[in-house]
C-alpha cells in the first residue's frame, strides 16, 4: 500500500510500520484472535483473569511460524478505505483564438 494515498496522520502511522518488516512479513491476526479486541467484545473486568487469550495470545502463536494461519494479501488492499485522500481532480480551460490580431488589441490597449 502506499502511504502517500493516506491521510496525513494514518499515512505517517503506515509508513513507520512499512519501514520496520516488508509487507511479506505481515501477518493478519482475526479480531476474534486479538487480545486487544477482547474488552471491546464485552470482557468484563473480573473476567480478565480467566482470559487465556488476554495472557498467552491466540494458541497458533506458541507454534513455528510456518504453522501459523496464512494471510490473504487483499486484506492490506487500501480500496473503499475512509483514510484515503480525496483523489484530486486536475482541470483547464482553453479558449482557441482564431484571430490572431485578437491578441495584438488587448497587448496594444
Same mark, same amino acid.
Given at each position: 500500500? %502506499?502511504?502517500?494515498?493516506?491521510? !496525513?496522520? /494514518?499515512?505517517?502511522?503506515?509508513?513507520?510500520?512499512?519501514?520496520? $518488516?516488508? &509487507?511479506?512479513?505481515?501477518?493478519?491476526? =482475526?479480531?476474534?484472535?486479538?487480545?486487544?479486541? /477482547?474488552?471491546?467484545?464485552?470482557? *468484563? $473486568? %473480573?473476567?480478565?483473569? %480467566?482470559? !487465556?487469550?488476554?495472557?498467552?495470545? &491466540?494458541?497458533?502463536? !506458541?507454534?513455528? =511460524?510456518?504453522?501459523? &494461519? !496464512?494471510? *490473504?494479501?487483499?486484506?492490506?488492499?487500501? %480500496?473503499?478505505?475512509?483514510?484515503?485522500? &480525496?483523489?484530486?481532480?486536475?482541470?483547464? +480551460? /482553453?479558449? /482557441?483564438?482564431?484571430?490572431?490580431?485578437?491578441?495584438?488589441?488587448? +497587448?496594444?490597449?
Amino acid at each position: 500500500m %502506499d502511504a502517500s494515498r493516506l491521510k !496525513t496522520f /494514518v499515512s505517517n502511522c503506515v509508513a513507520k510500520i512499512q519501514s520496520f $518488516p516488508k &509487507p511479506s512479513q505481515w501477518r493478519y491476526l =482475526p479480531s476474534n484472535e486479538n487480545p486487544a479486541d /477482547v474488552k471491546s467484545r464485552g470482557l *468484563n $473486568p %473480573d473476567q480478565i483473569s %480467566d482470559c !487465556t487469550l488476554w495472557f498467552e495470545g &491466540p494458541k497458533w502463536l !506458541t507454534l513455528e =511460524p510456518n504453522f501459523w &494461519p !496464512t494471510t *490473504n494479501s487483499s486484506i492490506f488492499k487500501a %480500496d473503499g478505505m475512509s483514510e484515503l485522500k &480525496p483523489p484530486q481532480v486536475l482541470a483547464s +480551460i /482553453v479558449e /482557441v483564438v482564431e484571430n490572431k490580431h485578437y491578441f495584438n488589441e488587448i +497587448i496594444n490597449k
